[in-house]
């Protein structure tokens, strides 16, 4: 006796660092073994009308191939439905898949979604604020100040290697103007900075690792920061929220790799939404 085929709503980014034609098919096929599959590319409309086309089509997972910054726009779509999201890495940084343990490999990936007990975990979302601009949904990280103007400079480059843009994105942007902004916390002495990395789960930033321990379901958020002057250095902030202030002028920002309009000010909030995502067998990334 046959059983039918839960469905599966993919969407497909063609413009992903490692996607190809032949990559996109051979996942498709292994997921139509198992799945009844339904392609969408992530066109505006699409991603906008994803939520309400998983409902009409009864599917409870959806499967997003691509890099974080395409996580971030399904994942916008799917806020408050219960629907779990299936990472099938083929961007450039890849950080929620690593911090889920989610092979690299994109048929590797699909494997664990084909198990007969897939592991399924509750994963805390933060909301950014930015003045001027609708709230946005962060998975990953946000940057501000100098870290996004390296981030929107390799963005523009992408046929270059990942790892030797972001080489010479900073060499490159090195002698721009690097905007002063406030960071404050209620649990932590306000300072000023020119360059922020936010981590919501991923322990390591461009700058280096960061030393203290992070998982992807604490919902916690620790962050690189570079002041006037100094080395880099780190903060926990746990679950408090980070607020940022221009102190003379717009700073650049850019959420989940995805660059930004500039901002006067930003507002990253842990744990403000909550998603459900599979993961690989090993537990969470966490760091040092």
């Not at 700073?251 to 660059?259: A, I, K, T």
Request: glycine share 8%.
């Amino acid at each position: 006796m046959s059983h039918a085929k839960a469905p599966l709503v993919v969407v497909v980014n063609p413009r992903a660092t490692k996607s190809s034609p032949t990559r996109t098919r051979a996942v498709i096929d292994a997921l139509a073994t198992t799945h009844q599959v339904t392609l969408l590319d992530t066109s505006g409309a699409h991603l906008r009308d994803l939520g309400a086309f998983c409902r009409s089509v009864g599917a409870r997972a959806v499967a997003v191939m691509g890099g974080d910054g395409t996580l971030n726009h399904a994942c916008s779509a799917l806020l408050g439905l219960p629907v779990t999201v299936v990472v099938i890495p083929t961007g450039a940084g890849n950080l929620l898949a690593r911090s889920l343990r989610i092979p690299n490999d994109p048929l590797r990936a699909v494997g664990l979604l084909q198990r007969p007990q897939p592991r399924i975990v509750d994963v805390p979302v933060a909301a950014v604020r930015l003045a001027g601009s609708p709230d946005r949904i962060a998975i990953t990280q946000v940057g501000l100040g100098r870290e996004a103007q390296v981030v929107a400079w390799a963005d523009r480059r992408r046929h270059l290697p990942t790892a030797l843009r972001l080489v010479v994105a900073a060499v490159a942007t090195g002698g721009r103007r690097k905007p002063r902004f406030t960071v404050r916390s209620e649990d932590q002495p306000e300072t000023v900075a020119t360059s922020a990395s936010v981590q919501l789960r991923y322990p390591y930033t461009r700058l280096g690792p960061l030393p203290v321990g992070i998982r992807a379901d604490s919902g916690a958020l620790a962050m690189m920061l570079l002041r006037p002057g100094t080395r880099p250095v780190t903060r926990h902030f746990g679950s408090a929220d980070i607020a940022f202030s221009a102190v003379e002028e717009q700073f650049s920002v850019h959420v989940d790799g995805e660059p930004v309009a500039p901002a006067w000010s930003a507002a990253v909030v842990p744990a403000a939404h909550r998603m459900l995502f599979l993961a690989g067998e090993n537990g969470f990334l966490t760091g040092a």
